[in-house]
């Protein structure tokens, strides 16, 4: 029987990382991963204390994430932030994220079950980093001042975690949430209400962004494997679709800029996606080693309709690997209405990859 790889996109609402790893195995999925996260046990990306920055000062009124009740997110504000006058911009420490002191804990958990031989020898330790512009799109700063300053505060923790997991075993992972979403919104403004977008929109163009994330990626050494989570609007606001062209340019924009290996690019769908949807796969330019996982899996239609987008992505782009539509630990509002546990889940996962 052929099975498809396996990828979990980060987030598992189970602690400690211990519990993660153990379903892991006992769903049958560890022969089928390449890397496995600890289910991000502290939290989206970890700590900073840049809220906090005496540098900075708030900057207009508070903004709803989204004004159209289709998620919990509609239930959020964001504060704007920007540099106080007379700031060394340059020099603003933004501190330690907390991603290394997490994965500290982690990976020796990771290596009891790696040694143990539960998992291949060659699985690799997941660590998630949030994006620049979803960790810190709050912030209002001229690109020409903000990008060098994420770029040496990247680089930096991406240097801790190095010096707690060796390199061979390390994946980093990208979560690229706000950058990918202020890019559907600036082509399709019309259908969103999203009024932090509107605002910080012009900080966060294609362009400029990918050539930050590549500068801090081609900084990685090559032994490290590096992939991205291309999330996607439909996780704010599940009423007006998706458009898999956005994803496909991120994707490909990213492969042109990054020189270095890339090993995976994560890319959601939505429960309505179809062949025609799927047809935007086939202007995909990744690099040869770059494997591509699509996120069939839609909890409201668990295995049937994860089969039914798995079949009509694999007409314009056949080899891909499945994953959910995003970490387990952000549930759309369809799952609040019916919850799954974490191993009715993974069964999902196991039972698509066999398909």
Request: hydrophobic share 35%; aromatic share 10%.
């Amino acid at each position: 029987m052929s099975t498809r790889d396996v990828m979990l996109v980060g987030s598992v609402p189970l602690k400690p990382a211990s519990s993660v790893f153990d379903c892991v195995c006992r769903h049958g999925l560890a022969p089928l991963m390449r890397r496995i996260p600890d289910g991000e046990q502290g939290g989206w990306g970890g700590s900073s204390t840049f809220l906090e920055n005496p540098a900075f000062e708030p900057f207009g009124p508070k903004l709803k994430v989204t004004t159209r009740p289709t998620t919990f997110f509609d239930q959020i504000d964001l504060q704007l932030r920007r540099p106080k006058a007379g700031s060394d911009t340059a020099n603003i420490d933004v501190g330690e994220f907390g991603i290394a002191q997490n994965a500290k804990r982690s990976y020796a958990e990771f290596k009891k079950f790696k040694n143990e031989g539960k998992f291949r020898a060659d699985t690799r330790f997941c660590v998630t980093f949030m994006g620049p512009g979803t960790k810190f799109g709050f912030i209002v700063m001229p690109v020409e001042q903000f990008h060098p300053l994420m770029e040496k505060a990247f680089k930096a923790e991406i240097e801790r975690v190095l010096q707690i997991v060796p390199a061979n075993e390390l994946t980093i992972q990208f979560d690229l949430a706000g950058e990918v979403e202020i890019e559907e919104y600036r082509r399709r403004p019309q259908s969103f209400q999203l009024p932090v977008f509107e605002q910080t929109q012009k900080y966060w163009e294609l362009g400029p962004t990918t050539s930050m994330l590549a500068n801090i990626v081609n900084a990685i050494p090559p032994e490290v494997e590096v992939g991205f989570h291309l999330c996607a609007i439909y996780h704010i606001d599940e009423s007006q679709g998706q458009d898999l062209n956005v994803h496909v340019d991120y994707a490909n924009m990213l492969s042109e800029k990054i020189k270095r290996p890339i090993g995976y690019i994560h890319i959601p769908t939505v429960p309505t996606h179809n062949e025609n949807d799927f047809e935007a796969l086939k202007r995909l330019r990744l690099h040869p080693e770059t494997k591509l996982f699509i996120g069939l899996i839609h909890l409201q239609d668990g295995v049937e309709g994860a089969q039914r987008r798995l079949r009509a992505a694999a007409k314009s782009y056949p080899n891909f690997g499945i994953a959910t539509f995003c970490g387990l630990a952000q549930p759309s509002r369809q799952e609040y209405a019916q919850p799954h546990s974490v191993d009715d889940i993974f069964e999902i996962h196991r039972k698509v990859a066999e398909t």
